[in-house]
């Protein structure tokens, strides 16, 4: 059974509360057709668990597939540095197919992100973040992407809402009562 | 041919079987000329498989990750050489990929990995030492990616032996 190696911690991005029962880890890559078809998923369970999830997105670039997503990744990273990642992320998985940096100078705009930040961005700055993400998925069974962990376990079941809930509401359930 | 074919995955501390097989239409590799380094050896049913995420290109992904650990990878299916070379191109691969194609699945056959119903090879990992020995093997359930957490675990166990050689 493959476990999350890099615990959830304050450099992680993170909707909803630390003391969340369930805390779902996504490995995403903003390229991906399935993490962008997992999107709205994660969007409907999140509204379905409410305060009792903890969302965490993490970096999975598969770059040699897909060239847009390591500029994609660093963008939404410049991003939370000014406190506007998941702004960013949802952004980027809503405009999956626009993803060129021409694109993501555009959005940039439009959220906020100054050019010299994004240039910043494209030069590297925030490659070592990405590169903790990647590496830590891979060391914890990341298969592919998206990669889904329940309270730190890989979750292989289907990705449906309704399956997602049950089984986020069991880990729930089973979770041992926060410290 | 009479080769005892093993009834499960040959476990570790098991001699790699031998094997040469074609990587190309031009060009065969053979176990022994990939000794000297740790071996990842990836079994897998079929070229194409429809999802982005496959195994074969996520450890394309992480090749470099291998690579820091000294190790080389190969991945085998039954599919012949015009076929892989078609997948390799198109997933931009940058390692080999053997054609296990005649006689169909021997070697998939000798490592214990065949699935004979079906005619494909199992999704099977092997971590094989400089020497040649089997020293992790763990079949996944066929429709599940492994990922390669069980890989890097099993590179990480050889680490010590190897500076041993080497020292």
Known sequence: MSRLFIPVNAQDHAEGPDTAPVTLVEYGDYECPYCG??????????????????????????????????????????AAQAGKFWQAHD?????????????????????????????????????????????GGVRSGV????????NGVRYDGPRDADSLIDALNQAARTAPVHA | ?????????????????????????DQTVALEELRGRPLILA???????????????????????????????????VDGVWCHAAFAADRKLHFPLLADFEPKGEVARRYGVYR???????????????EGVIRWSYVSPLGINPGADGILVALDKLAPALQGVQS
């Open chain 2, 43 to 77: 079994f897998y049913p079929a070229d194409w498989s429809p999802v982005c995420g496959d195994q074969m290109a996520l450890y394309n992904q992480i090749l470099p990750e291998f690579h820091k650990a000294g190790a080389q990878l190969v991945g085998i299916s």
């Open chain 1, 91 to 135: 952004m980027l998985y809503e405009r999956q197919n626009a993803l060129k940096e021409s694109d993501l100078f555009a959005y940039g705009e439009e959220i906020g992100l100054s050019p010299q930040v994004l240039h910043r961005a494209f030069g590297g700055a925030f490659d070592s973040k990405i590169e903790v993400d990647f590496s």
């Open chain 2, 1 to 25: 041919m009479s080769y005892d074919y093993p009834a499960a995955v040959l476990p570790a501390g098991t001699t790699a079987p031998s094997f040469a097989l074609p990587a190309t239409p």
């Open chain 2, 116 to 130: 004979e119903q079906e005619g494909i090879a199992d999704r099977a990992l092997f971590v094989i030492d400089a």
């Open chain 1, 37 to 78: 078809e997992a999107y709205p998923v994660l969007k409907a369970v999140q509204r379905a668990l409410g305060d009792r999830l903890r969302f965490v997105f993490r970096n999975f670039p598969i770059s040699e597939l897909h060239p847009d997503a390591v500029a994609a990744a660093e963008f939404a990273e410049a």
């Open chain 1, 143 to 150: 298969n592919g992407t998206p990669t889904l962990f329940i």
